[in-house]
């Protein structure tokens, strides 16, 4: 008897839900860094832990991204929107690592700009998990409040950078330049994280 050949599709795993889970490790380092700009924690300990998750989490994303047979999304958009939360996440540590070697404390601007920057990685991540839920609409219109978070950022940026010209202190105003951009280059990039939610959903419609 001729015996039948079956024939077995690889295993797909869920990268989007690796996606998630470093969103959801992107939202706890904005609120972390938000914590530390408001004097609530001395250093960026946990940040820095945090850091380290986030990158297991985009090496495991990526290597099932070059195992998986179909993925729920372009991978060029998977592998785009995790580079993107990935820069976040290491800005933000970069940012207070920048601020302990220069020894200077977050001031009320950096608390404001950190706090509106935690606001815009909880929205992606609320974003890319209604995304995952099939709520499309839903992710662009959580995506959109992520970017307008950010433009009350950028007034805040501006009002800091101009207030530092009444400052003499050169020292101060140098390192306080740096740590203003610092969180500036983040808003970016999460804008461009945002940014990439809408192109991902345009693609799938």
Known sequence: M??????????????????????????????????????????????????????????????????????????????????GLDEIVNEAKNLVGEAEAMSTPPDAAMAKMAKQLAGGTRRLDEALRAFAAGHQDEATAIADRAVKDQRHAQHTYRRAMSALVENEDLREVTARRELYRRFARIGDELVLVAERIWYSVLKED
């Open 2 to 83: 001729k015996r039948r050949r079956r024939w077995f599709l690889p295993a797909n795993p869920d990268v989007i839900g690796q996606l998630t889970a470093q969103s959801k490790l992107t939202a706890e380092a904005g609120g972390e860094l938000a914590a530390w700009a408001a004097g609530e924690t001395e250093d960026g300990e946990l940040l820095r832990r945090l850091e380290h998750e986030a990158d297991t989490c985009k090496r495991d994303l990526r290597r099932s991204l070059s195992e998986a047979f179909t993925t729920p999304l372009d991978p060029e958009d998977i592998f785009e929107l995790s580079r």
